[in-house]
């Protein structure tokens, strides 16, 4: 009888008696390269991780975010899928197979795979943005699709989209953002440079500065639906002028009056 591949890495697994001392051990060397971004140096810690304890669904998963980060997504992909075999109510998992398959132009899995994932975790943000990018890459919507950059679990796309879901969950915790959503002229401006998008990332980025000059809430808005809390920025950090730079205070009157005092006795 043939061993098909998947049997025989299961008989592999049960022949291993797991080291858990020795895999958590390559495990933390793994996540110190990775943090310095020497992927190659993290695979090969994550590896002996595996080859100490292969059962621990999180070694697949952060070996499998070192290939994504090396751009080796069939790599990626294959980790992605052991991760979620071995621990399939594992939210994280499934963005890791997501964003693999994305990158593949697998675009019906990658969709499935992300709403398998939203079952587990229905308000995760990155399952939500890896199966709207998947959405839109399967559609043919401008501006999306593995080609220009980016899905769920690994950086956004090159351009700034219009996303009411995200900046609902922001002006749910900001009030401030909830009253520039009330606000239909600034809210025309945020579409208008959404729609550049498809007009390619440095065109989009004209616009919005071209608003910022008009309006610097533009960018609070674009911000906020990136995640981005603008309670914990400045001015000069959006950069702008400071507050008492763009709006002086006006004069106190009793100094007014006592400009008008001198002036007579003058």
Request: net charge neutral; glycine share 10%; aromatic share 6%.
């Amino acid at each position: 009888k043939k061993v098909d591949n998947s049997e025989a890495w299961s008989l592999q697994r049960l022949a291993v008696m797991p080291d858990k001392a020795k895999a958590a051990e390559a495990k933390a060397k793994g996540n110190t390269a990775f943090q310095a971004k020497d992927f190659p140096e993290a695979i090969k810690h994550f590896t002996e991780a595996i080859g100490h304890d292969p059962t621990d669904h999180v070694f697949f998963s952060n070996r499998s975010a070192c290939y994504a980060s090396l751009e080796k997504y069939d790599k990626a992909l294959e980790d992605g899928t052991e991760c979620v075999r071995l621990k399939p109510d594992w939210a994280k998992g499934y963005t890791r197979k997501g964003l693999a398959q994305f990158f593949l132009k697998q675009y019906d899995d990658s969709a499935e795979t992300y709403k398998a994932g939203l079952k587990l975790a229905p308000e995760d943000p990155v399952l939500k943005e890896g199966l709207q990018k998947a959405m839109d890459a399967k559609y043919d919507v401008p501006g999306s699709g593995a080609g220009s950059g980016g899905a769920g679990g690994g950086g956004g796309g090159p351009g700034l989209k219009f996303d009411p879901a995200a900046l609902a969950m922001a002006a749910a915790k900001n009030p401030k953002l909830k009253e520039y959503m009330a606000d239909q002229a600034l809210m025309q401006k945020v579409n208008m440079v959404a729609q550049m998008s498809s007009g390619g990332g440095q065109m989009q980025q004209q616009m919005l500065m071209q608003m910022m000059q008009q309006d610097q809430r533009v960018l609070e808005v674009f911000m906020a639906m990136q995640g981005i809390d603008v309670n914990t920025m400045s001015p000069e950090d959006m950069g702008g002028p400071p507050p008492e730079a763009s709006r002086p205070p006006p004069p106190k009157k009793e100094e007014k009056k006592e400009e008008k005092k001198e002036e007579k006795k003058e």
